[in-house]
């Protein structure tokens, strides 16, 4: 398993972000990982995705994922087993969010668990990439909120 931790306070409330990032077509302007949209819907809480991406400038399978929105507190997602995504791996994550005086702690993670043989490449060659890349990904969301 890989994961990537990163973390901002931003200057808007929680359910700004909260939209901000239930919105693949808005979040992929701070997660450049996100290629193509090319499914999303709602129910309640529930948002189901689908889309496909690069992970390190390497184009991937189109993933499916399913988001679950926990008040204003939480975003969690996972993915979807889906052909042939679900061969290479699997992940999880989510947004953690908690009001303070400065704004809205954000915490953002994505864990990525890689099933053999891809396992033994792709987790040495994206292990340190990714863990920039979401750190510079909360950098991201952290600017593009507060400027508009």
């Given amino acids: 398993m890989i994961e990537g931790v990163g973390e901002a306070?931003?200057?808007?409330?929680?359910?700004?972000?909260?939209?901000f990032v239930t919105?693949?077509?808005?979040?992929?302007?701070?997660?450049?990982?996100?290629?193509?949209?090319?499914e999303q819907r709602r129910e309640g809480d529930r948002i189901f995705m689908r889309h496909d991406g690069t992970l390190r400038g390497v184009p991937g399978p189109a993933v499916a994922l399913e988001m679950v929105i926990e008040g204003r507190t939480s975003v969690r997602y996972r993915s979807v087993p889906t052909f042939p995504s679900s061969a290479v791996l699997t992940f999880d994550g989510g947004f953690e969010l908690a009001e303070t005086g400065e704004g809205t702690r954000v915490v953002h993670t994505e864990r990525f668990r890689f099933h053999?043989?891809?396992?033994?490449a792709a987790e040495p060659?994206?292990?340190?990439?990714?863990?920039?890349?979401?750190?510079a990904e909360m950098r991201r969301l952290k600017d593009l909120l507060e400027a508009g």
């Avoid at 306070?9 to 939209?19: F, G």
């Avoid at 919105?23 to 090319?38: C, F, N, P, Q, S």
């Avoid at 053999?116 to 033994?120: G, K, L, M, N």
Wanted: no cysteine; charged share 35%; net charge positive.
């Fill in 9 to 19: 306070v931003v200057l808007r409330p929680p359910e700004d972000i909260i939209a």
């Fill in 116 to 120: 053999a043989p891809w396992r033994f």
């Fill in 23 to 38: 919105d693949l077509e808005r979040y992929k302007t701070a997660d450049w990982k996100i290629g193509r949209v090319l």
């Fill in 125 to 135: 060659f994206l292990r340190a990439w990714l863990a920039e890349d979401v750190r």
